[in-house]
């Protein structure tokens, strides 16, 4: 379990985490969002010590992280893949980290099989593709079966397989009863892997719940075909429900039920040949939960939207 209380860190005048205090608990997956800048590395860094808050404190399974005699079999933790000496091999790598724990060779040869990089094991670290060092750090992060596992971006540069190899991964630790946290920039990924969500802006916890609910505050859309769509969207204009033409005959319809949308159409005698539900994604809900909490925009985007005035 994580625990964080009053969490804090500013770099002179500015904060990076303003105080936030959330619970990750064992059973489940836990995913950490925010936009860029919003202060998730700098809350991870603080739960493994590698930063010292400046105010609050964070426990991993009931102590800070300095204070667990054997961390490896505490907390495995993947932040910067790269930071491994290029010019060792994996195994020798992971030997190492093994040997600080007194950890079996046969532990070393079970994990490198277990991530997919037995066959690449003695070759150099620096010769590794950007999907490869990811399983090293994985792997490095699962040595010493830890009860509890932070992730950050663990799907960067794998390919589809990988990617489901970490979705399956991340459940099957959570169903042992561990506590998986991890972060992707990924939405479908993420709406796919984890139970609960964290989501910060600006270095404040804005959103702390089941993926469920989250999802439940974004807005349903149902599309509409008719060919007498201009009498169904005088209907709908009339009974104040927002609208918004996609093609002529085609209408995407939001914040009203299929129901209601096909009461309205028949009220209105506008036949309906497709009407389709279109549930919130996790993208949408996140962009609505962070709308005023984006720290980089790009100005090309906005002038892009200008331009079609």
């Given at each position: 379990?994580?625990?964080?209380?009053?969490?804090?860190?500013?770099?002179?005048?500015?904060?990076?985490?303003?105080?936030?205090?959330?619970?990750?608990?064992?059973?489940?997956?836990?995913?950490?969002?925010?936009?860029?800048?919003?202060?998730?590395?700098?809350?991870?860094?603080?739960?493994?010590?590698?930063?010292?808050?400046?105010?609050?404190?964070?426990?991993?399974n009931g102590r800070p992280y300095a204070g667990h005699a054997a961390p490896l079999h505490e907390v495995g933790a993947l932040l910067d893949a790269k930071s491994v000496h290029p010019a060792r091999s994996a195994f020798k790598h992971l030997s190492v980290?093994?040997?600080?724990?007194?950890?079996?060779?046969?532990?070393?040869?079970?994990?490198?099989?277990?991530?997919?990089?037995?066959?690449?094991?003695?070759?150099?670290?620096?010769?590794?593709?950007?999907?490869?060092?990811?399983?090293?750090?994985?792997?490095?992060?699962?040595?010493?079966?830890?009860?509890?596992?932070?992730?950050?971006?663990?799907?960067?540069?794998?390919?589809?397989?990988?990617?489901?190899?970490?979705?399956?991964?991340?459940?099957?630790?959570?169903?042992?009863?561990?506590?998986?946290?991890?972060?992707?920039?990924?939405?479908?990924?993420?709406?796919?892997?984890?139970?609960?969500?964290?989501?910060?802006?600006?270095?404040?916890?804005?959103?702390?719940?089941?993926?469920?609910?989250?999802?439940?505050?974004?807005?349903d859309r149902a599309l509409v075909r008719s060919d007498q769509s201009t009498r169904l969207q005088a209907g709908l204009a009339a009974s104040g429900i927002l609208f918004r033409e996609l093609e002529p005959g085609l209408l995407e319809v939001s914040g009203?039920?299929?129901?209601?949308?096909?009461?309205?159409?028949?009220?209105?005698?506008?036949?309906?040949?497709?009407?389709?539900?279109?549930?919130?994604?996790?993208?949408?809900?996140?962009?609505?939960?962070?709308?005023?909490?984006?720290?980089?925009?790009?100005?090309?985007?906005?002038?892009?939207?200008?331009?079609?005035?």
């Open positions: 379990m994580i625990e964080a209380f009053g969490l804090t860190k500013t770099y002179g005048k500015r904060t990076a985490v303003d105080g936030v205090t959330f619970t990750v608990r064992p059973g489940q997956v836990t995913g950490f969002l925010g936009p860029n800048g919003a202060g998730k590395t700098t809350t991870m860094r603080m739960i493994l010590g590698l930063d010292r808050p400046t105010a609050g404190r964070v426990l991993v980290l093994a040997a600080t724990h007194g950890i079996s060779r046969s532990r070393v040869e079970e994990i490198m099989a277990m991530t997919g990089i037995s066959e690449t094991a003695r070759k150099r670290v620096k010769g590794f593709s950007l999907g490869m060092g990811q399983r090293l750090g994985i792997a490095a992060a699962l040595l010493g079966d830890p009860r509890t596992v932070i992730f950050d971006e663990p799907v960067n540069g794998l390919d589809p397989e990988g990617v489901q190899w970490v979705r399956n991964l991340a459940k099957g630790l959570a169903a042992e009863g561990r506590t998986v946290f991890l972060s992707s920039h990924l939405m479908s990924e993420m709406a796919q892997t984890a139970d609960h969500l964290i989501v910060i802006g600006r270095g404040r916890i804005i959103a702390d719940a089941p993926v469920a609910e989250i999802l439940a505050q974004g807005q009203a039920e299929p129901r209601k949308i096909a009461w309205i159409a028949r009220e209105c005698d506008a036949l309906i040949h497709e009407l389709t539900p279109v549930r919130a994604t996790l993208e949408e809900a996140f962009m609505e939960l962070t709308r005023d909490d984006v720290e980089y925009r790009s100005a090309a985007l906005a002038g892009a939207g200008e331009g079609n005035r």
